[in-house]
């Protein structure tokens, strides 16, 4: 008997998912934030967000350096430009207030850890954020509901085989049609659409004008 492994994915974002918005004085720095989500995955199967910080005051004299897994890396690195060594993590400027946030530029499927590197100005918010993106997998099928227009489901891949993220490419680029109410479902032919030429590929999925969408991969 043949045997699939399909599993689904609805992409969901929340600027609060790990921590909300709470002041953070007092105590010993650098230290690791307390976070009100306390399970470290971001999304199932190895997809993941970029990790947004939100704070209440200017905190451009701070940083915060994230430790967890990046999506489509498997050499334990985070290849970034200023973080290409083994083990070094991503770190960010804290926000100075205009605007009132800072964006990972990778995405992570798990969160271990996140380090101030000091007393904040006010609140301090962590979440997810940004389109979804997808370990090497592949893309069996989507369901979407449509917009008030014409929209579009893409997906480029992108591999880390050079040391830092490299756009290598569209694989995926479907437009939907306008209804705010009118939904869609397609299976793709064959075995799908392989997210990843490489092993430390992934691809990261945008949507334009859709109400919804879900994903069916394997």
């Given at each position: 008997m043949?045997?699939t ?6 992409p969901?974002?929340?600027?609060t998912?790990?921590k909300?918005?709470?002041?953070v004085?007092g105590?010993?720095?650098p ?5 009100t989500?306390?399970d470290?995955?971001v999304?199932?199967e190895g997809?993941g967000?970029?990790?947004i ?5 200017n905190?451009?004299g701070?940083t915060f350096t994230?430790n ?12 970034s ?8 993590p991503?770190?960010l400027?804290g926000?100075d207030?205009?605007p009132?946030?800072?964006?990972s530029?990778?995405?992570y ?11 904040a100005a006010g609140?301090?918010?962590?979440g997810t954020?940004?389109?979804?993106a997808l370990?090497r ?5 989507f ?6 227009t ?7 891949i992108?591999?880390?085989?050079t ?5 290598q490419?569209?694989i ?6 306008a209804?705010?109410?009118l939904?869609?479902?397609l ?7 392989l997210?990843?030429?490489q092993?430390?590929d992934?691809a990261v999925v945008t ?7 879900t994903?069916?991969?394997?």
């Amino acid at each position: 008997m043949e045997q699939t492994d399909i599993w689904s994915i609805n992409p969901s974002t929340s600027a609060t998912f790990f921590k909300t918005a709470a002041v953070v004085t007092g105590g010993v720095f650098p230290r690791a934030l307390t976070l009100t989500n306390t399970d470290p995955v971001v999304a199932k199967e190895g997809a993941g967000y970029q990790i947004i910080i939100t704070s209440g005051g200017n905190d451009s004299g701070i940083t915060f350096t994230i430790n967890g897994a990046v999506v489509g890396e498997l050499n334990n690195k985070v290849p970034s430009a200023a973080a290409t060594t083994a083990g070094v993590p991503e770190v960010l400027t804290g926000p100075d207030g205009t605007p009132t946030t800072v964006t990972s530029a990778h995405y992570y499927s798990r969160i271990d850890s996140i380090v101030i590197s000091g007393a904040a100005a006010g609140t301090v918010a962590v979440g997810t954020t940004g389109a979804l993106a997808l370990p090497r997998c592949r893309i069996k099928g989507f369901y979407i509901v449509g917009g008030g227009t014409a929209g579009s489901l893409k997906a480029n891949i992108w591999s880390f085989a050079t040391g830092s993220a490299v756009d290598q490419g569209n694989i995926l680029d479907i437009t939907t049609p306008a209804g705010a109410t009118l939904t869609q479902f397609l299976s793709l032919p064959g075995q799908g659409i392989l997210t990843g030429r490489q092993q430390n590929d992934y691809a990261v999925v945008t949507a334009a004008v859709l109400t919804d969408y879900t994903l069916f991969c394997g």
